[in-house]
């Protein structure tokens, strides 16, 4: 029961809450011990309020997730995890998160009920309606970064929030491409809005946003008034290219793109990517700074 609880909680989509630092690295308040440690529970709310919303989206999903190849081996789905003992978790877990959130400050308790309410929208009615799917993912993203932000009480670059939506939507769009190539026909029978995407629109619309993403990214590197004035951090650009071709590369040519976060973790070349671009963003802001 431990484990299927566990596994409910999708630890894995945790590496998603990661966001909340972006405001306390680019800020150069990463040495800051009180405001390290409050971003620190911040990604620990967000965690929690992500698992509760997993666990409450798999108990409204239960009949269409036992239609689908994978989901229908979750806990809930399988029947390995009660539906009460599913919905007890995720009511203790919402109400904690959402205690200690106003506990670490008001505004961020009020962009982390946010979020609840959006993650339960999602799972009520946004996830159905074609398009509005896509952006409500992204939302959810945009308000980690927001939170990240507000619970240290700091501003972030707007360029920051553009490239974290345009970041989001290329994630989601992946994730409805591979659900359509990997549902074919019965892709509506799962979820109704699918049997509006066809493959050739969602492959025009990954390429906009990617290419949006590139160029926005590289706006930032050279414009943001924050970042060194010698225009170091440009240096970053070839790592974010890099990223993006090797996550459409998954995509397309080996047909991942159902859970960015296993794509992240297993592949070598992408979570290589990763930790370079934080590694050398870090090292461009401190020591410039």
């Known amino acids: 029961m431990l484990v299927a609880v566990v596994q409910s909680l999708r630890p894995k989509q945790w ?21 390290l440690a409050a971003a620190v529970g911040a990604f ?50 919402a109400a904690g998160a959402l205690a200690v959130a106003f506990a670490l400050r008001p505004s961020f308790g009020m962009v982390a009920a946010l979020y609840l309410g959006l993650t339960v929208c999602y799972s009520l009615w946004l996830k159905h309606l074609v398009l509005i799917d896509i952006f409500s993912i992204s939302a959810g993203f945009v308000l980690r970064a927001v939170g990240g932000a507000v ?38 029978g799962h979820r109704r809005n699918l049997g509006q995407y066809t493959l ?15 160029m926005a990214y590289s706006l930032y590197t050279f414009s943001a008034e924050n970042l060194p004035r010698d225009h170091s951090m440009m240096l970053t650009i070839p790592l ?46 401190y020591l410039r700074h």
Not at 17 to 33: A, D, H, Q, S
Not at 45 to 74: E, T
Not at 208 to 214: D, G, N, Q, R, W
Not at 257 to 282: C, K, Q, R, Y
């Open 151 to 188: 619970v240290i009480g700091v501003p972030v670059s707007p360029w920051l929030y553009v490239c974290t939506v345009l970041g989001s939507l290329l994630l989601a769009l992946g994730k409805r491409r591979h659900e359509l190539e990997l549902l074919a026909a019965e892709a509506a």
């Open 15 to 35: 590496s998603k809450n990661l966001l909340v630092f972006v405001g306390l690295t680019f800020t150069y308040n990463l040495r800051n011990e009180s405001m």
């Open 240 to 285: 974010v290219l890099y990223g993006i071709f090797r996550y459409l590369y998954l995509l397309r040519v080996k047909r991942q793109g159902g859970a960015p976060e296993d794509m992240l973790l297993s592949d070598a070349g992408l979570l290589g990517t990763s930790v370079a671009w934080v590694l050398l963003s870090i090292a461009i802001l």
């Open 44 to 93: 620990i709310v967000f965690c929690a309020l992500s698992s509760a919303g997993y666990l409450w989206n798999d108990l409204r999903d239960r009949p269409a997730d036992r239609l689908h190849p994978a989901k229908k081996q979750r806990p809930i789905a399988s029947g390995r995890l009660p539906a009460r003992i599913a919905a007890a978790v995720a009511f203790a877990l």
């Open 200 to 214: 050739e629109l969602v492959d025009q619309l990954i390429l906009i946003v990617a290419s949006a993403t590139l």
